[in-house]
């Protein structure tokens, strides 16, 4: 398994791919993989304790991302920076793009940037990443691999004093070629709640990735929300990563053989 990783520390790379060669049809996206935030940012104003909330990542995620690469032999395209520096699953326009606020937390050196800072913030991580998810899917196509694009995240089990009482969320919109299997798998485990399009839904702006990187090339995908108390441990991100790749493998082989058949009638 090929691995471009660099030293966060020294260059501060901005996205990471994983397994880049991987021949497998899906392609793992995790945005919010890291909480690191260079040196020359001053922690945004922020204390260690809040750098590792969930408002600088989404804990546990990467573990779940990297395990179902590994375990698919599939790419696996993450983030090397902290969504509070500049949030890669946000059209530029948005207004959270750059949080002034994370929940309930003030995000001091996020405020009052002049055009020129937001620009900087722009070039250092968010063009770069989804440059860097471009290349991968070209380079995909010339070797006739699609690329089913899943992108992982977490949740924080309560937010703005509310109770999630989903221990994962399947996001999609009218594209349920994956969502609906996905949906139908984990119903079998009785003991799960499973939220559909819950805790958010695209019309929430978190479906950026793939409306950008998807839906123009009739890619099937899905967005996985994981609630972070269930991904915690080593342990629980594995079993995690156990049971949804052998969802998705089996997913696979049925999109895998759709394909064949709308091919053949072609």
Request: with cysteine; proline share 6%; glycine share 4%.
């Amino acid at each position: 398994m090929t691995d471009e990783r660099e030293d966060r520390t020294a260059s501060c790379a901005p996205v990471i791919v994983v397994n880049g060669d991987g021949n497998s049809p899906w392609l793992f996206v995790c945005e919010h993989a890291s909480n690191f935030i260079p040196e020359s940012f001053n922690s945004l104003g922020l204390d260690a304790e809040a750098l590792k909330a969930h408002i600088a990542w989404d804990p546990g995620a990467i573990e779940v991302a990297r395990r179902l690469s590994a375990g698919l032999n599939a790419p696996l395209v993450e983030s090397g920076l902290s969504r509070l520096l500049i949030d890669c699953n946000r059209p530029l326009q948005a207004t959270d793009l750059i949080p002034e606020i994370s929940e309930t937390t003030i995000i001091p050196g996020n405020h009052d940037l002049s055009a020129i800072e937001r620009t900087a913030r722009i070039d250092l991580s968010h063009r770069p990443f989804h440059t860097r998810v471009e290349e991968v899917i070209a380079k995909r196509a010339k070797r006739r691999l699609p690329s089913w694009i899943v992108t992982i995240h977490s949740f924080t089990p309560v937010y703005r004093s509310v109770s999630r009482p989903w221990q994962i969320g399947i996001i999609h919109d009218e594209d349920d070629r994956i969502a609906k299997p996905l949906i139908a798998a984990l119903a079998q485990d009785k003991n799960l709640n499973v939220g559909i399009n819950e805790p958010y839904s695209p019309a929430d702006r978190v479906y950026y990735t793939l409306e950008r990187h998807a839906r123009p090339r009739n890619t099937p995908c899905v967005m996985i929300e994981l609630r972070n108390n269930e991904i915690a441990s080593a342990e629980t991100q594995a079993q995690w990563a156990e049971r949804l790749t052998t969802i998705f493998a089996a997913i696979g082989n049925d999109l895998a053989s759709q394909t064949q058949l709308s091919g053949s009638k072609a």
